[in-house]
């Protein structure tokens, strides 16, 4: 089974706690500095929304230079590999890739010797649509912090802990408690003299 982070959007309060965690950890590490979640606000709730690691993936697979592959129980992507084709985000069914841009260090456009201010969009547009001269474009998505022992940054500092892992285990213990729920309530209508409401 793929393992993927789920929040509660019953505990979330859209604080942005796991999204400053998630910038900060993975440039920590080198890893591009954009949050690899979205926080989802509607009329009701909020909460952050990120990769499911689809057993199927469609990003996988629409990869020209098989930047993407599946590791460990998740889709990861291979920030060196990606040549920011953008065709992931489009493929991903759940949105949860965003293609983001970097300029390399110090690095500026040089035009005949001589550094000319970059040229910008006239309004923001979707990130699948933006483009910046000089850029570098990288897919971006929940890699599950691969390169911490201790797992997903984003639960550890969720203070209401609406954040959670979903893998085997999780799966299992939720069976185990729906199971004792049923059986109970099993007993419960078998048992003389015994009114469910």
Same mark, same amino acid.
């Given at each position: ?9 019953d ?23 954009h949050p ?5 606000? *509607?009329?009701? $709730?909020?909460?952050p ?9 469609p &990003?996988?697979?629409v =990869? !020209? ?7 460990d129980h998740a ?5 060196s590999?990606c ?9 991903c069914?759940?949105g949860?890739?965003?293609p ?20 910008s969009e006239?309004?923001?547009?979707h990130?699948?649509?933006?483009w910046?001269?000089?850029?570098? *474009?990288?897919? $971006?998505k929940?890699?599950?912090?691969h390169f ?5 940054? &984003?639960i550890?500092? =969720? !203070? ?16 185990m ?14 048992s ?6």
């Amino acid at each position: 089974m793929n393992r993927f982070v789920i929040a509660d959007p019953d505990k979330c309060t859209g604080c942005y706690t796991c999204v400053a965690a998630c910038v900060n950890v993975h440039e920590q590490v080198g890893l591009v500095a954009h949050p690899r979640l979205t926080v989802i606000h *509607t009329a009701k $709730v909020t909460m952050p929304v990120q990769c499911r690691n689809c057993d199927d993936a469609p &990003c996988e697979k629409v =990869c !020209p230079v098989t930047a993407i592959t599946f590791q460990d129980h998740a889709v990861q992507i291979n920030e060196s590999l990606c040549i920011g084709c953008k065709m992931c985000s489009l493929a991903c069914p759940f949105g949860a890739i965003t293609p983001f841009g970097t300029l390399p260090e110090g690095a500026g456009p040089v035009y005949g010797g001589l550094a000319q201010p970059m040229p910008s969009e006239a309004e923001p547009v979707h990130p699948i649509l933006a483009w910046t001269s000089g850029q570098r *474009t990288v897919a $971006v998505k929940c890699d599950m912090c691969h390169f911490r022992p201790e797992g997903p940054e &984003c639960i550890r500092v =969720c !203070p209401t802990e609406a954040l959670r892992l979903i893998d085997d285990a999780a799966i299992n213990q939720s069976a185990m408690e729906k199971r004792a729920r049923y059986s109970g309530m099993l007993a419960a209508v078998h048992s003389p003299g015994v009114q469910i409401d």
